[in-house]
């Protein structure tokens, strides 16, 4: 009531604002690691890995501007207990790749595989907080140059068609909506599966 008494005589019927109100405070570590061996006939191997760790926390909480506060807006139904768990939760803590890229003379094979660390998808209502497995997922890529104009490539991303576990598969208490559209939209691996592809690709 207090909001709608700031929207009299403007003929809105609804307002939108932005504020800063929470900070945050980030921590990680990056490690990337990368070794070449030569192979002698066999070509050559390059062998990668990258670890990443982040760790947010929310740190402050900011109060609502005084003609916010005076109308009613408070921090519970300005940035409820959900909204934290987004912030510190809603993306993987940690994320490892490994690589692998094989050379031979004009053909190239390059495979990667990834882990995402768990992730929360939060609701309102913490039973139905949604708390996404940790998983696994692998790409691979084939390359020939024909010449210095014209390769061939094809490969496949998500090659092993991994997807995220569903809502129903998370929650005791599903619903009908949970039926219609069974992927948290959180999940950092997305809910496409495996995608082929080949590639034609001339050089001027």
Do not use: C, H
């Not at 504020?19 to 070794?35: A, F, H, Q, W």
């Not at 031979?104 to 992730?119: C, P």
């Not at 598969?169 to 995608?195: H, W």
């Amino acid at each position: 009531s207090g909001v709608a008494d700031l929207l009299a005589n403007t003929n809105a019927t609804s307002a939108r604002f932005f504020m800063n109100g929470i900070d945050t405070r980030t921590r990680g570590v990056d490690v990337v690691l990368s070794y070449d061996m030569d192979m002698g006939d066999l070509g050559s191997l390059n062998l990668n890995a990258g670890f990443n760790y982040n760790d947010t926390d929310v740190t402050d909480i900011i109060d609502p501007p005084a003609v916010l506060a005076d109308a009613g807006v408070e921090q519970d139904n300005l940035f409820a207990t959900n909204e934290f768990t987004r912030f510190e939760k809603g993306s993987p803590k940690t994320k490892l790749n490994l690589g692998a890229t094989w050379t031979l003379d004009a053909l190239r094979v390059t495979a990667r595989t990834t882990r995402y660390g768990e992730t929360w998808d939060p609701s309102s209502d913490p039973t139905r907080n949604e708390i996404i497995p940790a998983a696994w997922v692998s790409d691979l890529d084939i390359n020939y140059d024909f010449n210095e104009t014209v390769s061939l490539g094809f490969g496949a991303n998500n090659i092993f068609d991994v997807y995220p576990s569903t809502t129903r598969e998370l929650l005791a208490n599903p619903t009908t909506f949970d039926n219609i559209f069974p992927y948290s939209g959180f999940s950092p691996l997305g809910f496409s599966g495996r995608f082929v592809y080949a590639r034609l690709e001339v050089r001027f």
